[in-house]
């Protein structure tokens, strides 16, 4: 059973993408009485229409996430156009240890994603207060940046979305890292097919790709997110050993510990089961670094 925590439109989207995947049947909680019983009754009349056999619940209550494979964290207050992912720190660092502890009692033997900004910190707090292995928590954001990433190489070298390979590091968030040098598009690295200063802007523009979502919509984005959640959720339950970018805690890898971080990782069976380290020069490690240093910043201004 998949249980998602939080039955805004995140949550929602993060359930039909799961949902049009047949993964597993979902339990959807929600703290607003109604809101997700409603949801998922929605949900379910959509598996009716479209002939997926899976079950959709709603709960206002954790003792429903008894037994679940995954636990999907969304609760917590969105951004608004104005806002940095890190101006949400402190209202969601609360609500995400209070959910955690949740998990930990009524699903202690579940792999758990979050998706609660900022990302990062918040799967630290996450990965701290459940107690859970290293392998069993980790975060969404990877496969959101890169996706907007794609969209931008895609518009430039008119090539299919399946012929490119991106990797990310680092803060999801304004010091995310690109990697352009790792970035191949069949084989063929982007420094390769762009000049230096088109890659900038490119990167520069999916740093900011967030903010353009809600300042356009007026609300952050959720469609995206639901789908790159599903895609991870499917590596995991279908044991298919995925390289996604995921935020996990770190122990030395890329030269950092205790912190936790988007970094390229096959995610399986068990979960985060191995990190891969790229090499990088000089420049991608200073970049790493501030993303290190902004995140550990944001930590230390917490009491855990």
């Given amino acids: 059973m998949i249980a998602i925590i939080g039955s805004g439109r995140v949550g929602v989207s993060t359930a039909i993408h799961c949902a049009l995947k047949e993964l597993d049947d979902i339990t959807l909680i929600d703290v607003v009485e109604g809101l997700p019983q409603g949801e998922a009754l929605d949900l379910l009349h959509m598996c009716g229409i479209l002939g997926i056999d899976i079950d959709i619940r709603g709960s206002n209550d954790y003792k429903d996430i008894a037994g679940a494979d995954i636990v999907v964290l969304t609760a917590g207050f969105i951004r608004k156009a104005d806002m940095t992912r890190m101006d949400l720190l402190f209202k969601n660092s609360e609500i995400v240890k209070q959910v955690s502890e949740k998990i930990k009692?009524?699903?202690p033997n579940?792999?758990?994603i979050v998706v609660t900004n900022p990302l990062d910190v918040m799967t630290y707090i996450a990965y701290k207060t459940t107690g859970f292995g290293k392998q069993r928590v980790m975060g969404f954001s990877g496969p959101l940046d890169t996706g907007r990433f794609k969209t931008l190489v895609k518009r430039e070298l008119k090539v299919s979305y399946k012929d490119m390979d991106v990797p990310i590091i680092?803060?999801?968030?304004?010091t995310m890292v690109l990697l352009p040098r790792h970035t191949y598009i069949c084989?063929?690295?982007?420094t390769e097919l762009l000049p230096s200063e088109k890659i900038s802007q490119l990167v520069e523009e999916t740093r900011k790709m967030g903010a353009q979502v809600i300042k356009?919509?007026?609300w952050s984005a959720s469609h995206a997110p639901g789908a790159g959640v599903a895609v991870m959720v499917e590596s995991i339950l279908r044991d298919q050993k995925r390289v996604i970018p995921t935020s996990v805690y770190l122990t030395g890898e890329y030269g950092v510990s205790d912190v936790c971080l988007v970094v390229p990782a096959v995610l399986g069976r068990e979960g985060v089961?191995?990190?891969i380290e790229l090499p990088l020069n000089d420049e991608e490690k200073q970049a790493f670094m501030?993303?290190?240093?902004?995140?550990?910043?944001a930590i230390s201004q917490l009491k855990l």
């Avoid at 084989?187 to 982007?190: A, D, E, S, Y």
């Avoid at 501030?290 to 910043?297: A, I, L, P, Y």
């Fill in 105 to 107: 009692e009524y699903a």
């Fill in 110 to 112: 579940s792999k758990l």
């Fill in 170 to 174: 680092g803060e999801h968030g304004e």
């Fill in 187 to 190: 084989g063929k690295p982007l």
């Fill in 216 to 218: 356009l919509k007026g």
């Fill in 273 to 275: 089961e191995k990190v």
């Fill in 290 to 297: 501030k993303s290190f240093e902004t995140v550990r910043n």
